[in-house]
């Protein structure tokens, strides 16, 4: 059974940066889309990016572009987001969420494909 654990959140000042990691156990990464959400106290789930399993096809918000970015390493079973430029809004838990999926996908629509895993989820607080 894949299980998927995040780390790396905290609490940060606007500007600052932090990288998250998304570990992956019980299977191997290949073959494996993975997707980074968020959610806010008090707003719904939003969509922050995603990686294929071949990292030929990456997204991300539009809220989140040119300041955050996906890599993933697959020998190691690891995703990350660099957050750099962080700001206020950017405050939420964050989940790493995976598919099963082959080099093939498409990160156009992840925001709506069915994603069936989960992490527990990571505290990141950009405060002033």
């Known amino acids: 059974q894949l299980q998927l654990v995040e780390s790396g959140g905290g609490l940060v000042q606007p500007g600052g940066s932090l990288r998250l990691s998304c570990a992956a156990s019980?299977?191997?990464?290949?073959?494996?889309?993975i997707s980074w959400f968020r959610q806010a106290p008090g707003k719904e789930r939003e969509g922050v990016s995603c990686i294929s399993s071949s990292s030929d096809s990456i997204n991300y918000a539009d809220a989140v572009k040119g300041r955050f970015t996906v890599s993933r390493d697959n020998a190691k079973n690891t995703v990350y987001l660099q957050m750099n430029s962080l700001k206020p809004e950017d405050t939420a838990v964050y989940y790493c969420a995976a598919t099963i999926a082959g080099p093939r996908y498409l990160c156009s629509d992840y925001v709506n494909d069915e994603w069936d895993y989960w992490g527990q989820g990571t505290q990141v607080t950009v405060f002033s």
């Open positions: 019980g299977r191997a990464l290949d073959y494996l889309a």
